[in-house]
C-alpha cells in the first residue's frame, strides 16, 4: 500500500532498526518506545488492522504469535514480555498496518486492575 508508513519501512524506503526479518515478517524497534524494549512485528502484506483479518490470514497471525517469544529472547527479556496487538482507532491503533507490540525490560504496570473489579 502506498501510504502505508509500515509498507514503506518493509520496502526500505524508511529506515528502521530491524531486529528480525523473513520472507513474511519484519520486526522493528517502535520509534517511540513505552518500555525499555518495544519492538513491532508486522507481516510484510498489508492488512490495515486485526479486525480486517479473516481465515486467509491466519498463517500471518500465526507467524507472529510464534515469532514475538523468539524475539523477545533475543532481546532478553527472559522475566517475560507483553504483547499487545491495538485494534481500530478506538482501540489505540495509530497506523493502520496490523503490528504486534512486544514490551519488556522493566516491571509493567498492570492493563487492567482486578482488585478494582472486584
Not at 53 to 76: K, M, Q, T, V
Request: net charge negative; proline share 6%.
Amino acid at each position: 500500500m502506498i501510504d502505508c508508513i509500515f509498507c514503506k519501512i518493509v520496502a526500505g524506503a524508511i529506515p528502521s532498526k530491524k531486529v528480525y526479518e523473513d520472507d513474511h515478517l519484519f520486526a522493528f524497534h517502535d520509534i517511540q518506545p513505552a518500555a525499555p524494549v518495544h519492538v513491532l512485528i508486522i507481516p510484510k502484506a498489508h492488512v490495515a488492522s486485526l479486525a480486517d483479518c479473516n481465515a486467509s490470514h491466519l498463517e500471518d497471525l500465526g507467524r507472529i504469535l510464534l515469532a514475538a517469544p523468539n524475539i523477545a529472547a533475543e532481546l532478553g527479556l527472559s522475566d517475560g514480555f507483553r504483547t499487545i496487538i491495538n485494534t481500530g482507532k478506538g482501540g489505540g491503533q495509530e497506523v493502520f498496518h496490523i503490528h504486534a507490540h512486544i514490551l519488556g525490560g522493566a516491571p509493567l504496570r498492570p492493563l487492567v486492575d482486578c482488585v478494582a473489579l472486584a
